[in-house]
């Protein structure tokens, strides 16, 4: 699940619980990562043994480096990104152009 923390943190953490409580397995990196291994690699690697990225977009998620990075990895590794709008909605004019062709999941 890719996220930003300022904004998104919160929602994040209730609809991985959620998609677990469905027996979907869900990594989050605040539930799931371990400590003395770099994040970048244990993100990089979850989301290559993953069929689907589940974004959840807010303008903080828009804004951030992090984020854009994991969406990259996944599209570049063939891993469908699926975007959940965040609360409060993102602006969609700032949203990429192929992100924007997407379904969106409320």
Same mark, same amino acid.
Request: proline fraction near 5%.
């Given at each position: ?10 929602? %994040?953490?209730? &609809? ?9 397995? !869900?990594?989050?990196? +605040?539930?799931?990562? +371990? ?10 690697? %979850? ?5 689907? &990225?589940? /974004?959840? &977009? $807010?303008?903080? *998620? ?10 990259? @990895? *996944?599209?570049?590794?063939? @891993? $469908? @990104? ?10 969609? *004019? %700032? !949203? ?5 062709? /997407?379904?969106?999941?409320?």
């Amino acid at each position: 699940m890719s996220y930003a923390r300022r904004d998104g943190g919160t929602q %994040a953490r209730e &609809l991985a619980l959620a998609l677990r409580d469905d027996g979907l397995e !869900v990594y989050l990196d +605040r539930l799931d990562m +371990r400590g003395g291994i770099g994040w970048r690699p244990q993100l990089a690697e %979850a989301i290559r043994r993953s069929r689907f &990225l589940v /974004l959840v &977009l $807010t303008q903080g *998620a828009l804004a951030s480096e992090v984020a854009e990075w994991e969406w990259q @990895v *996944a599209r570049r590794e063939g @891993v $469908t @990104v699926l975007p959940v709008k965040g609360t409060p909605e993102p602006d969609f *004019a %700032a !949203v990429p152009r192929w992100m924007s062709e /997407l379904h969106w999941y409320d």
